[in-house]
Each structure stands twice: as structure tokens, then as C-alpha cells.
């Protein structure tokens, strides 16, 4: 099966401008998650999403992050500004469940840096 | 709260040779899964090895085996027969099991990995 689609690669933009990143499920997966990872550290949650619903969007920074997955299927992770502290990786995950030991599957992720 | 704590910054390891990598947790949940992920330099992260709270024989895939002590709050990974491949971050991670407690993976500050020759 194919795995999670994400794009771009890398991004390199100016501190207060916007950005976007996408990102493509395993076929069939309800559930999607976005991480964001900061170098030499591990990921952290900012949304989860089951279908096109918010399960949990507690440590998103809501005044300059928006994520939306308006079909339940692809999703869109935006910053508008965005800031020095958002050069990282994020990462977008997709599992066939929510509960069970079903793991996480990740895709390759989209490097931001912010100058 | 969960929290996940991994101490080991880096290890080394000499090629095939045996290496532990270290991780304990802290939940109150009683149904929860422990996972290991792989993310070498190129950036993707690789599921390894899951083990549930309930089993109660330790998980092996391959090479990975989970060491799991329930009493101790323990997962530790070890890695038989380490190759040059092997060398990555880490990640020990935990969610609770349960449709209501959402599903999110918890991850620890990993630990970096270099396999010598």
C-alpha cells in the first residue's frame, strides 16, 4: 500500500510570512494526526483529526496555526505568521484506528525553516 | 498525565553486538500500548515494535525484542546482532488503548544510536 503523502520536502521562508504543508493518508486510514518536531527533540502533537472532525487540537497555537481536513480524507497545515520558534519538522501520521495498539504511520515529513 | 522518559542522549555499539536502549513511562491508565519507532537521518519515522499493557509475554519482530516490566513502568528495546543500519534516533512512545482516550502517541526525548565497525 502507499504510504503517507507529504509535501513539500523543505521550505524555507521569512519570519511573519505564511506557509502551508499537505498531506495524503494511507487509503482507508480515519484517523490523521499532525506532529511537529523540533531538532534533537521528540515529536509533539498539534491536531488530531478522526474523518474531518478535531479530536484534539490542545497544543496548537491557534492564533497562527489552522489545520483542516475538510473531506476526511487529505488534510492542510497552515502558519500565518510565522515565527523563528516554528523551524521544524512536521510531520504527518495516519492509523487505520484510534484505539488498539494499531501504530502510527508516518510520512517523510516537510522541514520548515524560518529566517 | 502520560510522560514518556528516555535517558540515554546516545549509545554506542560495537557491530553485532547486543545494545539496551532505555525507557520508562508514567500513566494512569490502566489500558495503554508502548511503541518504538526508527527515524534515521533522511527524516521518516519507522515503526519497530508495539507492546500492549495486557500482554503478557514480552513483543519480538526480528532483531527488536521488548523488554517490558509492567512493575517497574519499564519498555526497553534491544537490538541482537547490531548492523551499520541500526545507527538512528530512537523513539520510545505511548498512547492509551481506549476508543475515549483519543489515540495521540506520547513521545519520549529519544536516543541516538551509532553502531560501530
Known amino acids: 500500500e502507499a504510504g503517507v503523502a507529504q509535501s513539500p520536502r523543505y521550505k524555507i521562508i521569512e519570519k511573519r510570512q505564511s506557509v502551508a504543508f499537505w498531506c495524503n493518508p494511507i487509503?482507508?486510514?480515519?484517523?490523521l494526526y499532525w506532529y511537529q518536531q523540533i531538532l534533537g527533540q521528540g515529536p509533539k502533537l498539534l491536531i488530531q483529526?478522526?474523518?474531518?472532525?478535531?479530536?484534539?487540537d490542545s497544543q496548537l497555537p491557534k492564533d497562527r496555526f489552522s489545520a483542516e481536513r475538510l473531506k476526511g480524507v487529505d488534510s492542510t497545515l497552515k502558519i500565518q505568521p510565522a515565527k523563528l520558534e516554528d523551524s521544524a519538522v512536521y510531520l504527518c501520521?495516519?492509523?487505520?484506528?484510534?484505539?488498539?495498539?494499531?501504530?502510527?504511520?508516518f510520512g517523510n515529513g516537510t522541514r520548515l525553516t524560518v529566517t | 498525565a502520560q510522560k514518556i522518559t528516555q535517558t540515554q542522549p546516545g549509545m554506542f555499539v560495537q557491530e553485532k553486538e547486543a545494545v539496551t536502549l532505555d525507557c520508562t513511562y508514567d500513566?494512569?491508565?490502566?489500558?495503554?500500548?508502548l511503541f518504538w519507532y526508527k527515524q534515521p537521518s533522511s527524516g521518516e519515522m519507522i515503526f519497530l515494535i508495539y507492546?500492549?499493557?495486557?500482554?503478557?509475554q514480552n513483543a519480538t519482530e526480528g532483531r527488536y525484542s521488548l523488554n517490558f516490566q509492567k512493575a517497574r513502568k519499564s519498555a526497553n528495546l534491544v537490538i541482537s546482532a547490531s548492523q551499520l543500519g541500526d545507527s538512528a534516533m530512537y523513539f520510545c512512545?505511548?498512547?492509551?488503548?481506549?476508543?475515549?482516550?483519543?489515540?495521540?502517541?506520547?513521545f519520549g526525548q529519544g536516543t541516538e544510536l551509532s553502531v560501530k565497525p
Open positions: 501520521a495516519s492509523s487505520s484506528t484510534r484505539q488498539g495498539g494499531s501504530p502510527l504511520h
Open positions: 483529526f478522526q474523518n474531518n472532525g478535531v479530536v484534539d
Open positions: 507492546q500492549g499493557s495486557y500482554d503478557e
Open positions: 487509503s482507508g486510514h480515519a484517523t
Open positions: 500513566t494512569s491508565d490502566q489500558s495503554y500500548g
Open positions: 512512545a505511548m498512547r492509551g488503548l481506549l476508543y475515549n482516550q483519543g489515540g495521540k502517541l506520547i
